[in-house]
């Protein structure tokens, strides 16, 4: 094994007494401790939000005379004590889960691939849902102790910033990512240079350097082309996420697969299991095709092997969701590649040849599932979908029979949780509540939460997501001078105690974001009916090249700008992990509406749930298996219509029946002391069904049962 190291950009000069903050800051463990933010909070309270939590670089800006300050307040110090004990004891916890359970594979590494990791608003190297997803994998693996490793992009323009014209039209920024206030550490060799790993690009070699984030016990390894030695173009080759030109987009994924598998390599680790999320990094089976060639195994013996140790989990049904590739652009890059591998160019092609209507394409989807031996969906019913859409690659078995099963999407609790429900649980619950995280029955005792404390808790969490929109729209207002209108557009004349709905995820075009604006009059009266004001806050990026879903976000913006609304219609610019987290904590109802079942699973959902929203959503992805009949709202029934238009039209009536008929009366039916006791009651049979089944600890634990123990069997 090679010698190298990882350090931190940054050494912080603090007082000796607050000195581990430094080290705090470098471990991403505090993303999920609420807690442990506040140790920061409590210094600068303006200086924690104008950094934007991020601990880095505000040890970088805090003044001395604060730091000082703390470091003498008996308070301060007693409560640091605590969180660094928590950590320490986190760090070194020994008898984690993996470790009781299945100690004898502590030493099989798991590596885990992904294009995206959503960890934190301030590390922008995620675009949405499976990013996040990736990063709620990690952060739950690293609590349960899996030995897991990962590998990722440090993407250095990051995903953009989302600018709402007053026109109603997405503008994208991408800025240069600034890497000293970052908590990432370079990986250096034993002479202090950057470890690079190289890959073999048409005429020339790209190297990549390391990077490594600690996400609690869990190591993640991010890529990185900018570096000295590339062509100034082959150090944008790392930039941005989803580029589309195709060339840069095949770079990418070439730089993952391959480069992703020689940087595990050269860092010393024999992983057991290989886990693709996604189908972007499925090159790295030809990697390990060429190790295993180059060792004397013919191309079929090695594919076989890799197989036996390869996960790949499918994310969408969606043909934009799945990267297909012109066969020039496969000769072009692979050319001289697969005389190595043993195979000529026909043989090479048919690893993942794929009729399009547009031509034939090299299909990463296809190379995923042909190098992995194991395979899944992320719901019930887009294992369903699975099965039925890549039915062709096993001819010979009946559909239900296809090799695709399916584990459900969970999110990370800490991560999702609002401190102050947390506190309540600790109470109501017990303090060891984390521990029964995905134990159905222990959230029975939900019920003895006192129905005056919840709905205490969660005014104050709708009061906190209003105060926050007034906060961002006065800043805009004296930063950029925006239009009055797009001010109000942002929500400043909310009403923080009136029924408010939610509705934040990608534009894409399926998630049919305008459908609750289809009939605006009918709409309009709805929500400004007097004593029962109801409020919808809008929010999503498009992909910058989506066109269609940039007219989507204008559709919603049009109509939020209408003066009829009386400002009840909100567009919040640039949804993000902050924003998402200030929306699933502070709104009642969470809307979702997209065409079934091209929601493979969909996750903000839950997070809403988690947090005592109520979910309004079609009977797709994780809802169908969620719902039951008590803990929410369903949106259609469980059957589709084969006239997109008709679906529409049913889906829309039965979305404005049940708005008008069941959930505005029930938010409005107050008893004594003025409880909606009948609502409260929905949001406890919502918490208590829904936290422990769509749970990470529950997702990590299947998968880990299903999925990765058995492909360390040999
Ligand atoms: C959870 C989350 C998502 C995923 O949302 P779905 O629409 O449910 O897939 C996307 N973006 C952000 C910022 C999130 O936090």
Redesign the pocket.
Known sequence: MKSFRAEPVNQFSLPRRIQRLGELAYNLWWTWKPDAQRLFRLIDHDLWERTYHNPVQFLRQVERAQLNAVAQDRNYLDFYDRIFRMFDQYILAEATWFLQEHADCINSPIAYFSTEF?LHETLPIYA??LG?LSGDHLKEASDLGLPLVAVGFLYTRGYFTQHITEDGWQEARFQRLRFEDMPIMPILDEHDDPLTVSVELPGREVLARLWEIHVGRVPLYLLDTDVEGNSAEDRELTSRLYNSDMEARISQEIILGIGGVRALRNLGYNPAVWHMNEGHSAFMGLERAREMTAAGHSFDAARERICHSTIFTTHTPVPAGSDEFPLWLIDKYFSQLWPGLGLDRDQFIKLARREMSWGETFSMTLLAFRFAGRHNGVSELHGQVARKMWHFLWPDLREEDVPISHVTNGIHTGTWLARRLDHLFRRYLGRDWMDHLDDPDFWDSVENIPDEELWLVRRHLKRKLVFYMRDRAREQWLRDGIHPVQVIASGVLLDPYALTIGFA??FATYKRASLILRDLDRLLELINRPNRPVQIIFAGKAHPDDNPGKMLIQEVYRSVKKAENGGRLVFLED???NL?RYLVQGVDVWLNTPRRPNEAS????Q?AALNGALNFSVLDGWWREGYNGLNGWTIGDDADQADPNIQDQMDVESLYDILENEIIPLYYDRSENDLPRKWIARMKASIRSLAPQFSMRRMIKEYTEQLYLPAMGE
């Open positions: 959503g949405g849902g996040v995820r990608r949804y993000d992990m998402a969909g996750t903000s959902g997070k």
